[in-house]
């Protein structure tokens, strides 16, 4: 009963939130980030994974970041096992993975859950701001200086797409 109650208060805290500054979460060594941390940069939060189809987008997140970091852009990964499991290992596994194979630099958090019952309330806000569950892997969520939501795009959206690159461009104006 404990558990029903805790999780109908998560959700609800996520649908009364104002922005993406009201959650934290433990990054992906275990210690909380306060997403407030970000508060005045532009954000594109991607639910990553290290097994599927998409994991060279990776390359292309960093590279985004590099690009856009020192205008005030930064990239949080969200490791998300929702999806064909393609996230199985541990947080110490996905961070070596991602250092390792990928080069990261950008922020990712610990693994959470995207979509369904345990989805985490960031994703709860997300969704519910711009489309509706998560479908898959590398969903993007472009979300402005003052932490709302301003564009979704989908997995087959490369982080070198145009529409990207502009989204991004126009929210650092």
Known sequence: MKSILLGGLLALSAFAASSIYEFTLNDID???????????????VVNVASQCGYTPQYAG?????EKYKDRGFVIVGVPAN???????????????FCSRKYSVTFPMLAKVS?????????YQYLTTAKGGD???????????????VLAR???????????????IDKALQ
Do not use: C, H, Y
């Open 30 to 44: 275990g210690k909380p980030m306060p997403l407030k941390t970000l508060q005045g940069k532009v954000v594109l």
């Open 61 to 65: 997140l960093q590279a985004l970041f």
């Open 82 to 96: 929702n999806f064909g499991g393609q996230e199985p290992g541990s947080n110490e596994e996905i961070k070596q």
């Open 114 to 122: 995207v979509k369904g019952p345990g989805m985490t309330p960031l």
């Open 134 to 148: 998560v479908r898959w892997n590398f969903t993007k969520f472009l979300v402005g200086k003052d932490g709302q």
């Open 153 to 167: 795009f989908e997995p087959a959206v490369t982080p070198d797409a145009p529409e990207l690159a502009a989204a």
